[in-house]
């Protein structure tokens, strides 16, 4: 059973806005985890997009989304959200929601990592297409 479920995804132009939702299913607590955005598009490797921390929302985000993508919390609503402004092409990819302890960030190249996930969502297609 999925504990994590994503929504908004979807085609839309480059320069658009798109806003990605992750929710805990049956009440699962995102509000106790660091939650990750990562995203995989075709023929390429999985990367990092950004990440919230637990306790105290501190935000990560990788140098290719930075000052373009906003990642928040709404603890009442046990979500996080991904807003996505000014797409490129290069945004089109499979964005996964998914838990950790903690952001694992690299702040030498802005890179965030995944060793840490324990549970994914199961994704969902974000097409940035004219």
């Known amino acids: 059973q999925e504990q994590l479920e994503e929504s908004g995804g979807g085609l839309v132009q480059p320069g658009g806005s798109l806003r990605l939702s992750c929710a805990g299913v049956?009440?699962?607590?995102?509000?106790?985890?660091?939650i990750g955005w990562f995203r995989q598009a075709p023929g390429k490797e999985r990367e990092g997009v950004a990440c919230?921390?637990?306790?105290?929302?501190?935000?990560y985000y990788d140098a290719s989304v930075k000052g373009r993508f906003t990642i928040s919390r709404d603890k009442a609503k046990n979500m996080v959200f991904l807003q996505m402004n000014s797409l490129k092409p290069e945004d089109t990819a499979v964005y996964h929601c998914?838990?950790?302890?903690?952001?694992?960030?690299?702040?030498?190249?802005?890179?965030?990592?995944?060793?840490?996930?324990?549970?994914w969502g199961k994704g969902i297609l974000v097409t940035v297409s004219s």
């Open positions: 049956s009440g699962y607590p995102l509000n106790y985890y660091a």
């Open positions: 998914a838990t950790d302890s903690a952001c694992r960030y690299r702040s030498e190249d802005s890179k965030l990592w995944d060793y840490g996930v324990d549970i």
């Open positions: 919230i921390s637990v306790g105290d929302d501190s935000t």
